[in-house]
């Protein structure tokens, strides 16, 4: 009566609510045990969205406003919204066009919301099995591809992702969309990015157990233009609301339209999701860690490179039953569920097992379109059939304190000593958290490096070689051998004056040359033909024509010459990278490319032609011909202009205007002389977005958002180009990356020919 009295008022007086009167409306819920859901945020939304006397969300500001939000938060250009974390799926698989008998991989453990959305467009389910991490084995899942597969549909289990590098090189090489089913992993992280953005299209619930909830509700999340235009059709029964006239219905759809009160929760409870996943994450991580010693339990697994987000915490028992423990449990006061699921979805639903699915026609299983025997029966996912035999849930939440935690703890260790009929406390060590252990750069063999050129730039080299544990620096190279020792006394490895002496006494797996460009030919046949690996500061050579005889004689020996294009391992190129060729910027219309500084070159050996090959182009534009290379695709044509501002024997300012050959053009600013006159060095401009890069990050913005957003490296000059130095190290030991390739020195010493071509030559 007084919250109603009070809102009254207001109105009345024609005033805005205060702060102080949503504490009042909202004090009730303080006095609610468990997660303190909703909050004065949320009220002041949802009273904002009753205030606009609209709730219809085509028509209304917040649906659209916790659209771009969610796209904004987890870094994707387009997120659409629905009314459940079905209709997330069933959009996402709209957005593909499924035609009837087209078949769909899908989790066989998870909630039949998954399965729904696959049957309502007449696609069949395929269940893949699971690994040790209760999410789908990849190779089950490429086991399980036909000529029919036309998505993967993946299930981030209890908050633990998938193995994404796997599935996504499968799902490339099958050239098959996958989807990823996020709906119990909120703001996870795999590898530095949020599971749902690794993939074609995410999916999230906000139902009342999730993360962040509405009571109900959906997301579903893109970076492909394509998807999100099929998917805000889709959302609205393919409803194209363009112009006046007769209605347009393009195909047929659902109406899974979200409201504006349900968007209004979403917005607040966006803001608050980050929090919860921390915490979680800290309470499972110390949960792990309590019960990590006891033989009868295997812990909450953790997929490798990820950060469990906790849905739940799932325990595995071994040599206990599920139902007793279980029982146990809830007598000590904690509350578990035995076996999830208790069996694959498969066997849960008389849809699959007895195919009732549109009257009695058994369809998508018996119809014209579909020319297999679909069975679903016990032995179909044997491993995840036998798993969920053993599985215990443990459904803690982001309300629990540590203490609770421990009582929880404590409870599994008196259940299992209980169920064993053991008296007294276990006496077994205390095994080390289960928690996931960083892969090892390479295999266990050791990688023999050596230096040639011990300068400025070999100390470089030197140093970050050092700090990579698989290294064994044993042999260091110079002219003049007194810059060699202290390397040599640092390491315990050999100086030697000459590359031939040094190859007469070493037997080496990798060099990184360090020298002026003219002694790059002879230095790298030398490697090549006694059969070591090369690093080749740029540029590779002084022309093309040597470029192309160093590239042809390590194809012939089958070795890598890698150039060392530090670029490509700075973290604002990496993100730039990602954005690019997700097509987040749509097409690359444009970019400008500046690199420059004011210092004084006269007297140094990169004035010398017949050291360095030219100037300012083959020293500074050799980096940012290679950049262009790497981020937009190879180059139609290069037009320079010089600009000589200091009296030295070769060009110190250029211009270059480049086509690429995907169409776009852009401009190459390079110079010793002059400093680049902003921050940024290079900024790209899209069809769908725009992306500026300085060396301390990356500032971008998606035509679909609202806002810019900041990115900043998390690593110095120094350490990202210590990641050239491992991707190197790496290659070597057989893990070949797609950073860098052999040809790419060639690629960019052509264009640097070019570039002297279009002004007459060097």
């Not at 002694?519 to 030398?526: E, F």
């Not at 990641?723 to 290659?731: G, K, M, P, S």
């Amino acid at each position: 009566m007084v919250k109603r009295l009070l809102i009254e008022l207001k109105q009345k007086l024609k005033v805005p609510m205060t702060e102080k009167m949503y504490k009042f409306l909202m004090r009730e819920a303080s006095e609610v045990p468990g997660r303190q859901l909703f909050g004065v945020e949320e009220l002041k939304l949802v009273t904002e969205a009753l205030v606009s006397q609209n709730l219809f969300g085509v028509d209304g500001k917040m649906v659209t406003n916790f659209e771009k939000e969610f796209a904004i938060a987890y870094d994707v250009p387009y997120a659409v919204a629905s009314t459940s974390g079905t209709a997330a799926i069933h959009t996402a698989l709209g957005a593909l066009d499924l035609n009837p008998g087209d078949e769909v991989i899908t989790a066989p453990i998870t909630d039949m919301g998954t399965i729904i959305p696959i049957l309502y467009q007449n696609a069949v389910p395929v269940f893949a099995d699971i690994d040790e991490t209760y999410n789908m084995d990849p190779t089950d899942v490429e086991k399980k591809i036909t000529s029919r597969t036309k998505a993967i549909l993946i299930v981030h289990l209890f908050a633990n992702p998938c193995d994404m590098d796997k599935m996504m090189e499968i799902a490339k090489r099958h050239n098959i969309p996958l989807i990823e089913d996020c709906s119990q992993a909120h703001m996870t992280e795999y590898k530095g990015k949020y599971v749902g953005t690794i993939g074609d299209i995410g999916c999230f619930s906000f139902q009342q157990s999730k993360h962040m909830t509405t009571g109900d509700g959906g997301m579903t999340i893109t970076s492909n233009r394509a998807y999100a235009e099929r998917m805000k059709l889709f959302v609205d029964k393919n409803y194209a609301r363009k112009g006046w006239g007769a209605r347009a219905y393009i195909s047929l759809a659902p109406n899974y339209r979200m409201n504006e009160l349900t968007a209004a929760v979403g917005r607040a409870q966006l803001k608050k999701v980050k929090k919860v996943i921390n915490r979680r994450h800290e309470l499972g991580e110390h949960l792990t860690k309590l019960i990590s010693g006891i033989p009868e339990i295997k812990t909450a697994p953790i997929t490798e490179g990820a950060s469990h987000g906790y849905w739940l915490y799932p325990l595995t028992l071994k040599g206990l039953d599920t139902n007793a423990f279980a029982e146990e449990m809830k007598k000590a006061g904690v509350w578990v569920s035995a076996g999830y699921t208790v069996k694959p979805i498969y066997l849960c639903t008389e849809t699959l097992t007895n195919r009732k699915t549109y009257g009695t026609s058994g369809c998508p299983f018996t119809c014209k379109y579909t020319d297999k025997n679909y069975e679903y029966k016990e032995g179909l996912c044997p491993k995840a059939e036998e798993a969920l035999k053993h599985l215990i849930g443990l459904p803690f939440d982001e309300s629990w304190s540590m203490a609770r935690i421990e009582r929880a703890a404590q409870a599994v260790t008196a259940t299992v000593q209980k169920l064993k009929g053991e008296s007294k406390a276990a006496t077994a060590e205390t095994k080390p958290a289960n928690v996931p252990v960083k892969a090892k750069a390479v295999d266990s063999k050791t990688i023999k490096i050596g230096v040639i050129g011990c300068g400025q730039m070999g100390e470089w080299h030197f140093s970050a070689y050092r700090n990579n544990p698989n290294v064994q620096m044993t042999a260091f190279v110079d002219t003049d051998i007194s810059k060699t020792e202290p390397f040599a006394k640092k390491m315990g490895g050999k100086s030697y004056s000459s590359v031939k002496e040094m190859l007469k006494n070493e037997k080496l797996d990798g060099v990184s040359i360090c020298t002026i460009p003219a002694t790059h030919k002879d230095i790298v046949l030398d490697l090549l033909n006694a059969g070591v690996n090369v690093l080749c500061e740029k540029p590779l050579a002084i022309s093309a024509a040597q470029a192309e005889d160093m590239t042809r004689k390590a194809d012939e020996k089958k070795l890598l010459l890698y150039t060392a294009y530090k670029f490509r391992f700075f973290e604002e190129v990496l993100k730039a990278k990602e954005l690019i060729d997700k097509e987040q910027l749509g097409n690359i219309l444009s970019f400008r490319l500046m690199l420059g500084g004011a210092q004084n070159m006269s007297g140094t050996w990169y004035t010398d032609k017949a050291l360095s090959g030219g100037g300012v182009i083959i020293d500074t534009a050799s980096h940012a011909l290679d950049l262009v290379n790497y981020l937009f695709g190879e180059v139609e044509s290069v037009k320079t202009r010089l600009n000589k501002q200091q009296e030295i024997a070769v060009e110190d300012t250029a211009n270059m205007e480049l086509v690429l050959k995907k169409g776009g053009h852009g401009t190459i600013d390079i110079s010793w002389s002059l400093p680049v006159p902003t921050q940024n060095y290079l900024e790209i401009f899209g069809t769908d977005g725009t992306a500026l890069l300085d060396f301390k990050g990356i500032t971008y913005k998606f035509k679909t958002w609202d806002e810019w957003k900041r990115l900043d490296n998390q690593r110095d000059s120094k350490q990202a180009f210590a990641r050239q130095i491992d991707n190197f190290v790496n290659a070597i030991a057989g893990n070949q990356s797609k950073t860098i390739g052999n040809e790419d020195g060639l690629k960019a010493q052509r264009l640097i020919e070019e570039a002297y071509e279009s002004i007459g030559g060097k």
